[in-house]
């Protein structure tokens, strides 16, 4: 982490964004979105080598390089790293997008298998909690805004974890932002169109994707609906 870290811009005015789960699909589009904003994107997600395909993209454009952090959202000690990181070099956060997700198969709820139940919940509910918990500071010390996009599942037939665990993101994102209805952070949970992403394309992989709304705009949609 400390040498992408390094990468990274000195410390400055311009406004920063945090970007959990970058390396594609509505979160790259998120982040890309961002950088074209102005905003020093901090990009972070497992694989390294779309991390940079990422700052690639984002330096053809002109925009500001991005800080790259690959590490796992699960891994609490990496997180708490990357906060302090955070807190030192810039003071705090503008945006928070948490992206991050993990997908299960598709499966009757009686035969969901016990680890991708665990990882489910892992990722999408406990992940979140504790990312929650370390970045509010960071938010409230500029007035930040979080945005956690929802894809409602629950109940649907075969979408037992992934429903479940999402539906639990969800109630601890709402319970967030009742709480910080009066000191923030603001927080959103927008509810983009059905897009063409590589987990969409696993849960429906006989759809028609030219009906579907691309990444980059719907990305575009949520940064609008927050004012950013």
């Not at 982490?1 to 509505?26: D, F, I, N, W, Y």
């Not at 020093?40 to 500001?64: F, K, P, S, W, Y």
């Amino acid at each position: 982490m400390a040498e992408h870290l390094s990468a990274g811009h000195k410390p400055g005015p311009q406004k920063v964004a945090l970007v959990t789960g970058a390396s594609r699909g509505l979160g790259a589009a998120l982040a890309e979105a961002l950088g074209h904003r102005g905003y020093h994107v901090i990009a972070v997600a497992r694989t390294v080598g779309a991390l940079e395909e990422l700052d690639d993209r984002l330096r053809n454009a002109g925009c500001q390089p991005a800080t790259l952090a690959p590490m796992d959202v699960m891994e609490s000690p990496a997180m708490m790293q990357l906060t302090a990181a955070i807190a030192k070099r810039w003071g705090g956060l503008d945006v928070w997008v948490h992206t991050a997700i993990h997908a299960a198969p598709l499966t009757p709820a009686g035969h969901v298998d016990g680890k991708d139940w665990e990882n489910s919940f892992k990722v999408n509910a406990t992940a979140t909690q504790n990312l929650i918990g370390l970045l509010e500071p960071l938010l409230r010390a500029r007035h930040g805004v979080a945005i956690i996009p929802d894809d409602p599942r629950g109940g649907q037939k075969f979408f037992g974890a992934y429903g479940a665990s999402k539906a639990a993101q969800m109630a601890i994102a709402s319970s967030w932002k009742a709480e910080s209805a009066r000191l923030g952070p603001e927080v959103l949970m927008p509810h983009p169109k059905p897009m063409p992403t590589a987990i969409r394309g696993r849960f429906f992989p006989g759809e028609d994707r030219s009906t579907l709304s691309p990444c980059t705009i719907e990305a575009e949609a949520i940064l609008d609906e927050a004012g950013l």
